[in-house]
């Protein structure tokens, strides 16, 4: 079974340009997250989504970032304008549907590494 | 608001060691607990995942332990080997599958 897949794997910026990450899940599942890692810090969920419906977005900043999941498989998250504090590795996981969520794992890409200078 | 910590930050141990990883969170109401594995420049490895109705997990060499009255886990890797080093993290799930991440502790098995 093939994992979720992320491009790029790197990606430097200068401030105030703009930036776009794309995720392929797990074929098949429903549940697609965007993670924000700072370095030293645990995963931060910036949002996440329910086929091509956002669950919860509550902590992603949308006044640079914006995320979409067309047809609900791929999806891009981007950053327009990036600031110094977006330098972190951005993770795309999925999960499928659970009928108990107690038991549901999520699986997560090799992530992409943004450095904004 | 949940938050995670876990003790400690870092940690290196001899080849063959016996080892505890420790993670605390405030809010109790949770669906599981889970730990992942995060190697250099690679996505996360889930480990293991305990539901809130259980009390430990346990896969070769490790063995998790779930204690949410106290708000407590911990993550034993018996017979540690330098194919460990890596960093653990621990995350709790709270309601529509929101995983909320502590700090991590990055271990070094040395030879």
């Known amino acids: ?117 | 608001k949940q938050e995670v910590t876990q003790i400690p930050a870092a940690l290196s141990v001899p080849e063959g060691e016996n080892l505890v990883l420790n993670c605390s969170f405030t809010d109790s109401a949770i669906y599981n607990l889970q730990w992942f594995r995060q190697d250099p420049g690679k996505g996360l490895t889930s480990l293991l995942l305990i539901q809130s109705s259980q009390r430990e997990q346990t896969s070769g060499r490790l063995n998790a332990s779930l204690d949410k009255s106290s708000g407590r886990s911990t993550l034993y890797i018996a017979a540690s080997q330098p194919g460990d080093s890596a960093t653990y993290l621990c995350a709790v799930m709270r309601g529509a599958n929101n995983l909320f991440f502590g700090t991590g502790t990055r271990l070094t098995v040395i030879p």
């Open chain 1, 1 to 117: 079974e093939a994992g979720v897949a992320q491009s790029p794997r790197y990606k430097i910026i200068e401030k105030r340009q703009s930036v776009a990450f794309w995720c392929n899940p797990i074929s098949g599942h429903a549940t697609l997250y965007w993670y924000q890692q700072i370095l030293g810090q645990g995963p931060k969920l910036l949002i996440q989504f329910q086929n091509n419906g956002v669950v919860d977005d509550s902590q992603l900043p949308k006044d640079r970032f914006s995320a979409e999941r067309l047809k609900g498989v791929d999806s891009t998250l981007k950053i327009q304008p990036a600031k110094l504090e977006d330098s972190a590795v951005y993770l795309c996981a999925s999960s499928p549907v659970a009928a108990n969520l107690a038991k549901n794992i999520q699986y997560f890409g090799a992530g992409t590494r943004l450095s904004v200078l």
